[in-house]
Every structure is written in structure tokens, then in C-alpha cells.
């Protein structure tokens, strides 16, 4: 086993910006690895050639984490799914896979647990036990196979992410939680964002914050809340659509004849590579400590946040040199789609 990695995750939030890159159950949705709707991620195990190539993109566009995809990869979704049986072997597969990766460019393991959708508020002895477990039982093999530390993801409920936490502290892990802030303001047992934030802070939490749900415009005005309300570090990992006020998350975008744009009609509301960085750089100037991004993301976002915070990275090797285009890089006005198209096929 190969960790900690040299410099720890402490370490690197103390001298810089953590920069991450989730959105791997997406993204492999996209390219034909994983079946919208369960959004099991039989990749690890039926095409991990594909997943090694991911990781390997957000990790030459600068990414310091791996995180390693077990995202719904627990005991009820894979039951759903028919693959119980494949339980261990898909979790230990994704953590050794995100080892494989990190090794070729020095980054963090991140172990990753998710939302169970068997946690009940109204019963949160039973079904808290339920979670626990499942926890226990992916966490354990995480442990066995390497991490760094642990990424608890996408709670909607404080009592479930305080478990997450808690079974991360048993193990002796870092532990970074945060929530998906799918509502206006309040977890789904009730907690304000920013308190719920706090209270997993005086828990023992090392990174608090929020992931998924929220574009860059919704979820920075909670972010500014919860860096002034707690002392440990911060985690920001929007998912790079434009959501409003009027849709503070992508759950609830839909397009103009009132269909669902989520999960998978959600391009027309694809932030630009640009809109990514300038996120970056305003999560960073309100003391954001690692700064990501969630479902949605491609390489070329990631790479735009890192060089925006001032990261050269491996891909910036083929980063834009507009200048260089034999028509668009001549033409100082803005020119009409037409014609930039037949750019575009001159220069092709
Ligand atoms: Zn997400």
C-alpha cells in the first residue's frame, strides 16, 4: 500500500488550494460506461480501461485527487442492479484503479461514500444502523486498499453524514463531508446548510462544504455563509450548469417547453470552460480550500480551473492558442456564425 501519499492532504490544504475533479458516474454515462437511471458504476469491473482513462484526464488537467468511483457502488444499488455479488470486488477494484492513476502524477487517494437512500429521519436508530453498515463495509475495504482520506458525498440528511463521518473517524481517516444542497436552504432533517455545516466542523470533520446540485451562481452565496461560520477547511464542488435563483439546482432546470433537462438533457445549460475558472478563482478569493467540480465536469473544465489558479499541467501542453488558427486567430471582430464555421472547416 502506497498510503499516505508523501504530502498529505493536511499538508496541501495548508499551503494551497486542493483542486479535485468528481463527475466520473456522469461523464462515463456520456461516453457509453454506466446506464442512466441506477447509475451503478459497473465500469470498475466491466470496462476499467475506460475508468483508468478518466481518471487519467482530470489527472493531466490537474486534479491533486483521484477519487476513487464507488459512488452508489453499495449494497442496495448493486442489489437493484442484480451484481450484490460484485460488491467487494467493485469497491476494492475502484480504489486500486485510482491508485494506479494517482501514481503517475503524485495525487491524493480520496475513498468516496455517497448518500444510501436508506437513511429515515424518522427512524434514525433502524435505519441509521442500516447506513452504518454499509459504510463500514465499503470504508473497510477502502482502508485495506489505500486512501488517503474519505470524500462522505451528496448528504441530503445531517444524521447520515454525521454517520459517514463518524465511521471515517473509527478508521483513523480525514474525513471531507459535505452536502448536496438540493433544497433552498435546509437539509432534509431540517438543518440550515450552514449550521449542518458547523455542527459536522465541531464533530471532527477536516473539510466541510458542498458538492453536486448547485451550478457556480447558486452555490457561491451559501459558501461565502458557510466559510464565515466555521474554522475548518472548505469544500466547494459545484456541477458546471447554470443554475439561477429561480433553479438554484440542476435538479430542477427544465427547458422552455417545461421538460426535465436532469439528468440527461442537461447541455443547454453547460457552463463554459471559463465560467469553471472564474468560479475557481472567486471560490478561492472567499477562502475556499478545495475547490472542485461535480456531475458535468470534463477535462477541459478542470484544466481551466487549475491554470486559473495559476497551475501549469500536463495538458496545458494543448491548451488554446486561438491566435494560432489561421482565420479565427487573424480576425480581430466578432464574426457571424457563418463565417466561423467556414473558419473553423478552412482551418480544419
Ligand atoms: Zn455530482
Redesign the pocket.
Known sequence: MTRPSNRTLQQRLSEEVVLGA??YV?ELERRGYVQAGPFVPEVILDEPDALRQLHREFLRAGSDVMVALTYYAHRDKLKAVGRGDDLEEMNRQAVRIANEIAAEGGALVAGNICNTWAYDPKAPEASGAVVRAQYEEQLGWAVEEGVDFVIAE?NDYLGEALIGLEVCQELGLPAMVTFASVQASATYDGYDYVEACRILADHGATIVGL??SRGPETMLPLLEAIRSAVDVAVAAQP?PYRTSPAAPAFESLSSADGMHAFPIALEPFQCTRFEMADFAVRARDIGVNYVGI??GAGPHHVRAMAEALGRATPASRYSPAIELHPVLGTTPRVVGQEELMGGWAAGA
Open positions: 468528481e463527475g456522469f451528496t458538492n453536486c456541477v461535480c456531475c
